[in-house]
């Protein structure tokens, strides 16, 4: 066989079920094996390199498989770098395979040609370049393996052209595959005995106990883990955005959201008041601190971390005990550790937060009736929650959407899922992502989340949708604008005597008339019955359907945003109100 078919049987050996890619001048050969092979993985043609990339982001985070991604050369690589940076800091293992140019024509003006190595390299885990044919088994297992093996992340395999063409040679080169290579984590870090002994003693003697959980703890699958660990000691759960769905929402354990987007405030009381905090898998970044002021410096709590990648552990905080090791293996040495007769007196702590929980989600129930028009975005997660089968996924853009899905999306089950690229906050992810999501879980029905500034990065995929016919939901935040840089701007407008603004307002149109262009069910909702009787249709409905909601601009009134509450001179921690930006 030639190095194109070899490539295919691996991935498949792999457990590869699909790939997500763009054709080019390059990965002809590839295509005629993905085409010729039986038991090939499934291709789905994309429209854009970075909606392919972001399709097998999204994949790998719900299935916990690496997902592979493939590009022609040039523009097609370069296209795909948004897609490598967010899977790589987000700790996803995705794999690129970069159809290259052939390798007679390097360095002599070949049309398409770049320097992948020095591209890829500073924003992937591994990058390599297939150097010959016999070579080609051994760089396969090498990209799974960096891929999956300790802190996941993303690798990038470049493959001249004229090597694919090549035919494998008989001797000296196995095709075998490493089968824990096909999940990821593929191998467990464990901690040392003496740091969970150590960590064990301090918790045990702690009075107001919580523990944060991270993204790091989802890309564990160590949801079930940290239910069990809470559950018999009695300790509070707060997340972080990508850490959310650790616990069920509905748990008496499951406090809330922490972090400057869409944050619970009975959640950062509970961190600014605990007298020991457990992070697993958070890096303690600006978001999930608030700007390091929660837990503030001065609070004189002991902290617990946990994470895979000892060069986080202690980067921004004094840590007291720190352990490194995969949150799920940390967690159940941290369970067998536990005597089991012991018992945490934690009653009062837990109580008292929960008392705090109830009186936010009262107030909340209690503001003002929805306006007519335009529809409040929190009105539109209120109605997803009334609405959404269980499980479901909801993917989210980083812009609009994030902060009310954060603060207001309730998920009742275990299996459901929101998924955000928080990391570098890309737009254009949450349409191509729900076709990941789909392939990642084809009996979970994706639900998107995005703004204008979303939907004009992504709309050629509404063709994928529409081709493949993937039973997504898609919500659209009309606003006309980028209106989470509009608010910004106007929150940090000094001058009051003008609106602050500039450069970020579109012309207003009705984009569900886009969508079906492209065959989608599709509905326009400009009042809240409206958008009620629209949502019901859209998940009575077996394919793709698009709701375009007209909604009220974040830029009009400030969102559930620690930070620029603050710039306003709220109190984020007091009760919620209607304020103007």
């Known amino acids: 066989m030639n190095g194109a078919a070899a490539l295919v049987r691996m991935l498949s050996d792999y457990g590869v079920e699909v790939i997500f890619g763009v054709p080019g001048d390059t990965n002809v050969a590839l295509y005629r094996a993905l085409k010729s092979i039986e038991g090939a993985p499934v291709h789905v043609l994309c429209r854009d390199e970075r909606s392919a990339v972001f399709m097998a982001d999204c994949y790998a985070r719900i299935s916990g498989k690496p997902a592979i991604a493939e590009v022609p050369s040039g523009a097609g690589a370069m296209y795909a770098l948004p897609g490598v940076a967010e899977a790589n800091e987000s700790s996803v293992p995705v794999i690129l395979l970069v159809n290259d140019i052939p390798r007679a024509g390097v360095g002599r003006g070949t ?141 008496d354990l499951s406090i809330g959201i922490i972090g400057d987007n869409g944050f619970h405030p009975h959640a950062l009381w509970a961190l600014e008041n605990a007298d020991l905090v457990v992070y697993i898998g958070c890096r303690m970044g600006s978001v999930a601190t608030m700007n390091w002021r929660h837990p503030s410096m001065n609070a004189h709590c002991k902290i617990i971390q946990i994470d895979l990648n000892p060069e986080v552990i202690a980067n921004t905080y004094e840590v007291d005990f720190p352990i490194y090791g995969d949150a799920r293996a940390v967690l159940e040495a941290m369970i067998n550790a536990i005597n089991p007769e012991y018992l945490l007196d934690t009653v009062v702590w837990v109580d008292n937060i929960n008392q705090r929980r109830k009186e936010f989600w009262e107030h909340i129930a209690s ?27 909801v993917i989210s853009d980083a812009g609009t959407p994030t902060p009310y899905s954060t603060r207001f999306l ?29 392939y990642a879980a084809p009996n979970v029905r994706p639900v998107g989340l995005f703004g204008d500034g979303s939907l004009g990065m992504s709309a050629g995929e509404l063709e994928t949708l529409s081709r493949l016919d993937i039973p997504a939901v ?25 609106d602050g603004t500039f450069s970020v307002d579109f012309n207003p149109h009705s984009m569900d008339k886009l969508a079906s262009v492209y065959g989608i069910h599709s509905s326009r909702a400009e009042t809240p019955e409206e958008f009620e009787n629209a949502i019901a249709e859209a998940f009575n409905h077996d394919g793709p359907y698009f709701i375009d909601v007209v909604v009220e601009s974040i830029a009009n009134r400030v969102p559930p945003v620690y930070s620029w509450l603050t710039k306003t001179g709220a109190n984020p921690i007091a009760p919620e109100k209607r304020t103007a930006a």
């Open 367 to 393: 503001m003002d009736e929805q306006d007519p028009s335009p529809i409040r975005p929190e009105f539109i997660i209120e109605t997803l929650n009334r609405h959404l089968p269980a499980p479901c996924n």
């Open 111 to 251: 049309l398409t040609e770049l320097p992948i190595g020095e591209l890829f390299r500073p924003i992937a885990k591994h990058v390599e370049t297939l150097p010959s044919i016999g070579k080609l088994p051994e760089v396969v297992r090498r990209a799974f393996r960096y891929a999956t093996a300790g802190r996941p992340g993303a690798a990038v395999l470049a493959l001249p052209e004229d090597i694919l063409y090549e035919e494998i040679p008989e001797a000296d080169v196995s095709l075998h595959i490493e089968p824990q290579c096909r999940v990821a984590p593929s191998y467990r870090v464990q901690p040392q005995q003496d740091a969970i002994d150590a960590a064990m003693t301090a918790l045990l003697e702690a009075k107001k106990p919580l523990i944060v959980a991270g993204g790091g703890l989802n890309r564990s699958g160590a949801s079930l883990a940290l239910t069990q660990f809470a559950e018999r000691l009695n300790i509070p759960v707060v997340t972080t955005i990508t850490g959310q769905g650790a616990v069920r929402d509905n748990h």
């Open 474 to 498: 898609l919500i659209h935040f009309n606003n006309a604008c980028f209106g989470w840089i509009k608010a910004l701007q106007r929150v940090t407008n000094t001058e009051r005597s003008n």
């Open 410 to 438: 309730k998920f009742c089950d275990d299996q459901s899922r929101l998924v955000i690229p928080r990391f570098f906050g890309g737009l254009g992810y949450a349409i191509p992502a729900v076709i990941g999501a789909y």
